[in-house]
């Protein structure tokens, strides 16, 4: 290890990775005081060149389709936001046999805050508290009234729409108000009515006003792209640029963490990486590090860290590194709606996602499964894009002016539903380091284990029986052939990591016999090591889990301030 | 038909920097400005279709011969053909855009290419010509042989070409309504900067 170099500089903080959680802890940290530097394995953003908002279809010579036509169907058009995918060039991943797992990264400044959905869900405080309402799982170290405080600073601090509504399962927050809603969100709202399901105004991390200085949203439908105004949350827009104006943060981008370096303290001293611009091998010195890099590449980090100290990787004495994982159960139908062809042309943009939603409305009563689920929907008169008349080219086939004019009445008239439900933690669902692969830079890489159990599979088997009720109530016709029995998708019920919620592979816990991190997210083993990303998280309720990861990271550099400043670290 | 000539509101040496950033600007600058985001959309719209225009009159395909192209571009017009409402997907550049897809993917130089073969083929085998040497009936009964998949079932040895054209009918579709006159046939309204979302409008029946 000669060559390495060895910056002098010894940071009060080191954070590993720059998204939701490493964003938070910064600007934290930096605003509290202490010297902070960041790795980010991935590029700087730029918004001004990289986003595609406002663009059109036509401006782009692929049409968004990409080279090949191979981002065709796929979530990271060339239109998203820039640098997520589900394969990296160079940095693979295995699923092991009889296992499907989709891995959703994002290499570049701001990490997957650039790409996600900006829905902000509050947990509910029998969300805390699985084992001890139904007996299965494990409760969190924390409960609601200990982290409510946090879910009020992130709210007011990034802006999150929705409205008071008192609903046990999906608690009230402190919120802007929320979009009128669209005509497809009138609609399903009033089935919902009839049937006695709750539909209320969606929570999102948008702005309807303007805040903290960043400007209200101009309804656009595209924050999926990337914002130019910064009127969504992101990472790199709203949680870097305040670190970055302390003038004690700095950022290290294209380094790629390779190891935690423990001394013979048994404390963390350094992180070793990989300049990929230089594919040379660099190390960074600090007093505490957070680890935020995202749950499965937080775990491969720490299980990549081994030493004589530490054999079974760092901070991972009681072996629930990697274990654990989940992520959420998903499961989706489509109708078509013959009332929305009256629809006469209009903007139907509004922000990007969805202005209504269902949250978890049975939450009164016994149902054939444990915990809850919630249903997103969206459709309508979007902007068109490559792959939106597969369907029906599929269903009516044919060819010419009557193929032409199917397209035109059939336009808007489709509805989405997304069930999204809490995975309870099983044994056969967890991630390792492979034996024999490395990626590009010579770090061994992730190999996934995946298996639903039964209680997701009859999770999504209500979850289609919901849809089918709710489209056929308001008169539609449902569209969806989800295979009932069988197969490797029962019920439609979606590959394992596919709906990007993947948490749990560090959890904490008030046993560090059977967990990694105590309620501040600090490692039991090595105090001065925190990992406040969805890697942390005891269950995985149906709350899509960025705000909990952002009130979590918030909590737990308030706890690492303290600390420092009391000279514990 | 493409010409911007007059029409723009910025100096020809505006980069896409500086549209970007007065996009952001308008925006964050209030009610007096807000109208220059629309403007600057739109000129960095005329750009890109100044840029295709000049290369539009004599367009050399990437990958497909010139008689495929040809057959290419006569079957895309006819699943998606002119009417009333709009052209058809030939005036919408589905065939170049088809053509750049697949003279960058392998997949689909086998699906497409071979599948113009297969047409061929068949067409020879059925009436002696080429698909472009057909008769207008011949090429319609040909096609609505292909365009359904009940009739592969049927017949098996036409399962090829309906599986080709089903690949086809998608393509074609997403290149008539990603480009700017399959968008207005649609009728889609949007892609702007907006104050407030004005909603549903009032109407009986949604």
């Given at each position: 290890?000669?060559?390495?170099?060895?910056?002098?500089?010894?940071?009060?903080?080191?954070?590993?990775g720059?998204?939701?959680?490493?964003?938070?802890?910064?600007?934290?940290?930096?605003?509290?005081?202490?010297?902070?530097?960041?790795?980010?394995?991935?590029?700087?953003?730029d918004p001004?060149?990289?986003?595609?908002?406002?663009?059109?279809?036509?401006?782009?010579?692929?049409?968004?389709?990409?080279?090949?036509?191979?981002?065709?169907?796929?979530?990271?058009?060339?239109?998203?936001?820039?640098?997520?995918?589900?394969?990296?060039?160079?940095?693979?991943?295995?699923?092991?046999?009889?296992?499907?797992?989709?891995?959703?990264?994002?290499?570049?400044?701001?990490?997957?805050?650039?790409?996600?959905?900006?829905?902000?869900l509050?947990?509910?405080?029998?969300?805390?508290?699985?084992?001890?309402?139904?007996?299965?799982?494990?409760?969190w170290?924390?409960?609601?009234?200990?982290?409510?405080?946090?879910?009020?600073?992130?709210?007011?601090?990034?802006?999150?729409?929705?409205?008071?509504e008192?609903?046990?399962?999906?608690?009230?927050?402190?919120?802007?108000?929320?979009?009128?809603?669209?005509c497809?969100?009138?609609?399903?709202?009033?089935?919902?009515?009839?049937m006695?399901?709750?539909?209320?105004?969606?929570?999102?991390?948008?702005?309807?006003?303007?805040?903290?200085?960043?400007?209200?949203?101009?309804?656009?439908?595209?924050?999926?792209?990337?914002?130019?105004?910064?009127?969504?949350?992101?990472?790199?827009?709203?949680?870097?640029?305040p670190?970055?104006?302390?003038?004690?943060?700095?950022?290290?981008?294209?380094?790629?963490?390779?190891?935690i370096?423990?001394?013979?303290?048994?404390?963390?001293?350094?992180?070793?990486?990989?300049?990929?611009?230089?594919?040379?091998?660099?190390?960074?010195?600090?007093?505490?590090?957070?680890?935020?890099?995202?749950?499965?590449?937080?775990?491969?980090?720490?299980?990549?860290?081994?030493?004589?100290?530490?054999?079974?990787?760092?901070?991972?004495?009681?072996?629930?590194?990697?274990?654990?994982?989940?992520?959420?159960?998903?499961?989706?139908?489509?109708?078509?709606?013959p009332?929305?062809?009256?629809?006469?042309?209009?903007?139907?943009?509004?922000?990007?996602?969805?202005?209504?939603?269902?949250?978890?409305?049975?939450?009164?009563?016994?149902?054939?499964?444990l915990?809850?689920?919630?249903?997103?929907?969206?459709?309508?008169?979007?902007?068109?894009?490559v792959?939106?008349?597969?369907?029906?080219?599929?269903?009516?086939?044919?060819?010419?002016?009557?193929?032409?004019?199917?397209?035109?009445?059939?336009?808007?008239?489709?509805?989405?539903?997304?069930?999204?439900?809490?995975?309870?933690?099983?044994?056969?669902?967890?991630?390792?380091?492979?034996?024999?692969?490395?990626d590009?830079?010579g770090?061994?890489?992730?190999?996934?284990?995946?298996?639903?159990?039964?209680?997701?599979?009859?999770?999504?088997?209500?979850m289609?029986?919901?849809?089918?009720?709710?489209?056929?109530?308001?008169?539609?016709?449902?569209?969806?052939?989800?295979?009932?029995?069988?197969?490797?998708?029962?019920?439609?019920?979606?590959?394992?990591?596919?709906?990007?919620?993947?948490?749990?592979?560090?959890?904490?816990?008030?046993?560090?016999?059977?967990?990694?991190?105590?309620?501040?997210?600090?490692?039991?083993?090595?105090?001065?090591?925190?990992?406040?990303?969805?890697?942390?998280?005891?269950?995985?309720?149906?709350?899509?889990?960025?705000?909990?990861?952002?009130?979590?990271?918030?909590?737990?550099s308030?706890?690492?301030?303290?600390?420092?400043?009391?000279?514990?670290? | 038909?493409f010409?911007?000539?007059?029409?723009?509101?910025?100096?020809?040496?505006?980069?896409?920097?500086?549209?970007?950033?007065?996009?952001?600007?308008g925006?964050?600058?209030?009610?007096?400005?807000?109208?220059?985001?629309?403007?600057?959309?739109?000129?960095?719209?005329?750009?890109?279709?100044?840029?295709?225009?000049?290369?539009?009159?004599?367009?050399?395909?990437?990958?497909?011969?010139?008689?495929?192209?040809?057959?290419?571009?006569?079957?895309?017009?006819?699943?998606?053909?002119?009417?009333?409402?709009?052209?058809?997907?030939?005036?919408?550049g589905?065939?170049?855009?088809?053509?750049?897809?697949?003279?960058?993917?392998?997949?689909?130089?086998?699906?497409?290419?071979g599948?113009?073969?297969?047409?061929?083929?068949?067409?020879?085998d059925?009436?002696?010509?080429?698909y472009?040497?057909?008769?207008?009936?011949?090429?319609?009964?040909?096609?609505?042989?292909?365009?359904?998949?009940k009739?592969?079932?049927?017949?098996?040895?036409?399962?090829q070409?309906?599986?080709?054209?089903?690949f086809?009918?998608?393509?074609?579709?997403?290149?008539?309504?990603?480009?700017?006159?399959?968008?207005?046939?649609?009728?889609?309204?949007g892609?702007?900067?907006?104050?407030?979302?004005?909603?549903?409008?009032?109407?009986?029946?949604?």
């Open positions: 290890m000669a060559q390495v170099i060895r910056p002098p500089k010894l940071y009060d903080v080191c954070i590993i720059s998204g939701a959680a490493g964003g938070t802890a910064a600007k934290i940290l930096a605003e509290g005081g202490l010297n902070v530097v960041m790795l980010e394995a991935g590029p700087p953003l001004a060149r990289d986003y595609k908002e406002h663009f059109w279809p036509y401006d782009l010579e692929h049409r968004g389709a990409g080279v090949g036509g191979k981002l065709r169907g796929l979530l990271n058009t060339e239109f998203l936001a820039p640098n997520g995918a589900w394969e990296i060039d160079g940095e693979p991943y295995i699923s092991a046999p009889g296992s499907t797992f989709r891995w959703f990264r994002s290499r570049i400044v701001g990490g997957r805050t650039n790409h996600w959905g900006r829905i902000a509050r947990l509910a405080p029998v969300d805390f508290k699985s084992r001890s309402t139904d007996g299965v799982g494990d409760d170290p924390i409960t609601y009234q200990e982290i409510a405080p946090y879910y009020d600073k992130v709210e007011s601090y990034i802006g999150v729409f929705g409205t008071k008192n609903i046990a399962s999906a608690p009230d927050g402190v919120f802007l108000p929320p979009p009128k809603p669209r497809t969100e009138i609609l399903v709202k009033k089935t919902c009515d009839e006695g399901i709750l539909c209320v105004p969606s929570r999102m991390a948008i702005l309807t006003k303007a805040l903290n200085g960043r400007p209200a949203c101009h309804y656009c439908a595209q924050c999926g792209r990337g914002c130019i105004t910064g009127s969504n949350f992101s990472s790199s827009q709203v949680m870097i640029p670190a970055q104006k302390t003038g004690r943060f700095t950022l290290i981008t294209n380094a790629m963490a390779r190891e370096i423990a001394g013979k303290d048994g404390k963390a001293e350094a992180v070793s990486y990989i300049d990929k611009s230089t594919r040379t091998e660099k190390r960074v010195k600090a007093r505490a590090f957070i680890v935020a890099a995202s749950a499965c590449e937080s775990a491969r980090l720490l299980l990549n860290s081994r030493s004589s100290l530490f054999p079974d990787g760092l901070a991972n004495s009681s072996g629930v590194v990697g274990r654990y994982l989940t992520d959420s159960v998903g499961s989706s139908g489509t109708g078509y709606f009332q929305l062809e009256k629809m006469p042309p209009h903007n139907h943009d509004g922000i990007g996602g969805m202005h209504m939603y269902i949250p978890w409305w049975k939450f009164d009563r016994k149902n054939e499964f915990r809850g689920y919630h249903i997103e929907f969206y459709g309508g008169r979007f902007m068109p894009g792959g939106d008349f597969d369907d029906l080219c599929e269903q009516y086939e044919g060819y010419g002016a009557s193929l032409k004019q199917k397209c035109r009445a059939m336009y808007g008239t489709v509805i989405g539903f997304e069930g999204r439900g809490e995975m309870i933690p099983n044994e056969r669902s967890y991630c390792e380091i492979d034996p024999d692969l490395v590009q830079w770090i061994p890489v992730l190999r996934f284990h995946w298996q639903w159990g039964d209680n997701e599979i009859r999770m999504a088997r209500d289609q029986e919901t849809f089918r009720s709710i489209i056929a109530t308001a008169g539609g016709t449902y569209l969806t052939k989800a295979n009932p029995e069988g197969g490797s998708r029962p019920y439609g019920i979606t590959d394992g990591g596919v709906i990007i919620h993947e948490l749990g592979t560090v959890r904490m816990g008030n046993n560090p016999k059977t967990s990694a991190l105590n309620k501040y997210c600090q490692a039991y083993d090595v105090k001065n090591l925190f990992v406040t990303d969805g890697a942390c998280f005891v269950t995985n309720p149906d709350k899509n889990p960025t705000l909990t990861i952002l009130a979590l990271s918030w909590r737990a308030e706890y690492l301030l303290d600390q420092a400043k009391k000279g514990n670290l | 038909m010409s911007v000539s007059g029409k723009s509101v910025f100096p020809r040496s505006v980069t896409r920097r500086d549209i970007l950033k007065s996009l952001t600007m925006v964050m600058a209030g009610s007096v400005l807000r109208v220059i985001p629309a403007q600057a959309a739109e000129y960095a719209h005329h750009l890109v279709q100044s840029e295709k225009a000049s290369a539009a009159g004599g367009y050399t395909p990437k990958f497909f011969s010139p008689h495929h192209y040809k057959t290419l571009q006569a079957l895309c017009q006819a699943i998606i053909p002119p009417d009333d409402h709009s052209g058809g997907a030939v005036e919408a589905a065939p170049e855009f088809i053509d750049l897809l697949t003279s960058e993917n392998k997949d689909y130089q086998l699906k497409l290419g599948g113009l073969m297969w047409l061929d083929s068949a067409c020879g059925r009436y002696g010509k080429t472009l040497d057909c008769s207008p009936e011949q090429q319609k009964q040909i096609l609505d042989l292909i365009a359904y998949r009739n592969a079932k049927i017949d098996l040895s036409l399962s070409g309906v599986e080709f054209f089903a086809l009918r998608n393509l074609t579709a997403d290149g008539f309504f990603t480009s700017e006159i399959g968008i207005k046939d649609l009728q889609y309204i892609n702007t900067y907006l104050k407030d979302f004005p909603g549903c409008p009032p109407v009986t029946g949604a």
